[in-house]
C-alpha cells in the first residue's frame, strides 16, 4: 500500500533556529497537507497544498508540493517554544479517496528556549 | 464556529465489551471520517460517511462500524474490545466534495482496554 516516509523522525533546536522537515511517497498525491499535534489533542492543519510546485506560507511557515507529486516539505522559521509538537504530513489522492489520508510518521520537534 | 467535537474524552473498557463513540462536525460539514491513532501503527484511517453512506473503508476488522446521522453526527462503534484496540480515535470533518478537501479533525477521544 501507499506509504509516506517522513524525516526526521526528531529534532532537537535552539529558539530562534529554523526547521525543515519533509515528506517522499511512492505514490503520487493530489493533495498534501501538514498538521501539527500537541499532547492529548487531535492534529491541527497548518497548510494544504493542491498544485505541484504549489508553495504556500502560513506566518513562519511555508511548505512545498514538490513536481514530481510524490514528496513535500515544511519548513519553520525563527522558531519559538510554542512550536513543540509532532508534525504530519498527509497525503490524499482526489475523487476516489473519500476522507482517506496517508499520514506520515511524524516529526517530533523539541525547542529550547 | 466550532471545531469538530468528539465525546467522550475518555473511556477505560474491559475485554469483550463494546463501545460507542460520537462525533459532531464542523457546521455546514457532511463528511466524516474516523482515525485510529497507536504509537505503534500511527494515523491508520477507519472509514469515512457522507449523507449517512459509508463512501470509503480502511483494512480494519469489522468489530469496527460507524454510522452517521441525517445531522451529519457520526458514531463509531467498537465490539468485542481486545487490548490491542487502546488507542486514541480522531474524527475529522470536510465539506465531502472529494476533491481539494481539508480534514479538520477532533480532540479524540482516548480509549483504554484493560
Known amino acids: 500500500g501507499q506509504q509516506l516516509n517522513q524525516s526526521p523522525q526528531s529534532m532537537f533546536i535552539q529558539e530562534g533556529e529554523d526547521v525543515s522537515m519533509n515528506c517522499t511517497s511512492s505514490s503520487i498525491f493530489n493533495t498534501w497537507l501538514w498538521y501539527k499535534q500537541e499532547p492529548g489533542?487531535?492534529?491541527?492543519l497548518l497548510i494544504a497544498l493542491y498544485k505541484a510546485g504549489e508553495l504556500t506560507s502560513n506566518g513562519r511557515l511555508t511548505a512545498q508540493f514538490g513536481i514530481t507529486r510524490k514528496d513535500s516539505f515544511l519548513n519553520i522559521s525563527a522558531s519559538i517554544p510554542s512550536d513543540v509538537g509532532i508534525y504530519f504530513c498527509a497525503g490524499q489522492i482526489s475523487g476516489t479517496?473519500?476522507?482517506k489520508l496517508t499520514f506520515g510518521q511524524g516529526t517530533i520537534l523539541t525547542v529550547h528556549p | 464556529k466550532a471545531g469538530v467535537t468528539q465525546t467522550p474524552r475518555y473511556l477505560i473498557k474491559t475485554r469483550g465489551q463494546q463501545v460507542t463513540l460520537s462525533c459532531s462536525p464542523i457546521s455546514g460539514h457532511r463528511s466524516v471520517s474516523w482515525?485510529?491513532?497507536t504509537p505503534g501503527q500511527g494515523l491508520q484511517f477507519l472509514f469515512e460517511y457522507f449523507s449517512e453512506t459509508q463512501r470509503n473503508k480502511g483494512n480494519f476488522p469489522g468489530r469496527f462500524s460507524g454510522r452517521q446521522f441525517s445531522n451529519s453526527r457520526s458514531e463509531m462503534n467498537v465490539s468485542t474490545l481486545e487490548l490491542g484496540d487502546s488507542a486514541l480515535y480522531l474524527c475529522a470533518s470536510s465539506l465531502g466534495s472529494g476533491a481539494d478537501e481539508k480534514l479538520f479533525f477532533g480532540s479524540g477521544t482516548q480509549l483504554s482496554v484493560l
Open chain 1, 41 to 44: 489533542e487531535g492534529p491541527v
Open chain 1, 97 to 99: 479517496s473519500y476522507g
Open chain 2, 35 to 37: 482515525y485510529q491513532q
